[in-house]
């Protein structure tokens, strides 16, 4: 494919399982995911994510200090319904019986690089990264939402971590996550349980940051980027200084991303089995999703690409 939506100082590809759009007004790049056939972390997806995250950095080290384009990296789904499902479980259960150690650590790796670019605002101060959850954010959806600086949730979004059903953990930054959202052993708690959450208990327990009513999503992130725009400068050195005292250093998710290689090597036959009948569902989900196309992006804006078969 060429490169499409071109402006004076940031290019984007056309990409197979999402999609962006520039809203050059507010300084936001909205990334749209709608990953097929299933509304999952493929390693396809992953890439594109951490594309899109690589891109931003670029152009926030070229263009940083003289009004960059981009203040805002929003990451949300084109999915009705669906954020994302999390991990790619059927690859998962196929390297697990082939026992490839090596290519599921490298999905691990791939997957913690782009939580961390998500915590670390790809390591730009200038950057601030938001999570629309329009719909459920299960597993390493629910990672990925709580890896941005900001979550939006809509009220009837359900996110959750469904892991230890098949006798596993969220290891690609849940645990480090939720401990600095909250503490060591609610964070723990939160794995343990496997539990879907609404998005209004977990604003409650201050999870969610922003809380938005069924369907205002979209204006709750613009809402939210007018009032932070006030005071941006003072916000931002805010979240600065929320990431030096609690600070999410890289090797902290790679080792926890290698103990999760290794309990994920231990599982049995009866845990695989268990695994895919939740891939079963997924594929159900997808194919009840199939007749309602792809959710608009930003009404009233033009969008960067409208999707790619």
Known sequence: MTQTAKTKSFT??????SFAHLDSERHALWHYLNPEPRPVFSRVVLG????????????????GENKPEIRYLILASAIPGVFSLGGDLALFAELIRNRDRDHLLAYGRLCVECVFNNHT?????????ISLVQGDALGGGFEAALSTNV???????????????????????????????????????????????????????????VLAEDGQGVHAVNSFIRKHGRSRNGLLA??????RLAPLVFQELEDVVMIWVDAAMRLTERDLRTM???VAAQR???????????????????LVYAGVA
């Open 12 to 17: 984007l590809p056309v990409y197979r399982h």
């Open 48 to 63: 594109e994510i951490l594309d899109v995250q690589e891109r931003v950095k670029l152009h926030l080290s070229t263009h």
């Open 121 to 129: 605002s790809v390591e730009n101060p200038q950057l601030t990264t």
């Open 151 to 209: 979550l939006v949730a809509e009220r009837s979004a359900s996110l959750g971590l469904p892991e230890i059903m098949f006798n596993l953990f969220p290891g690609m930054g849940a645990y480090s996550l939720l401990a600095r959202r909250l503490d060591m052993a609610r964070a723990g708690r939160f794995l343990s349980n496997g539990r879907q959450h609404s998005a209004a208990d977990l604003y409650e327990q201050g999870i969610v940051d």
């Open 238 to 243: 805010i979240q600065q200084v929320r990431q």
């Open 276 to 278: 895919e009948k939740l």
């Open 284 to 302: 159900r989900l997808a194919k009840r999703n199939d007749s309602a196309g792809v959710a608009p992006a930003v009404q009233g804006e033009q």
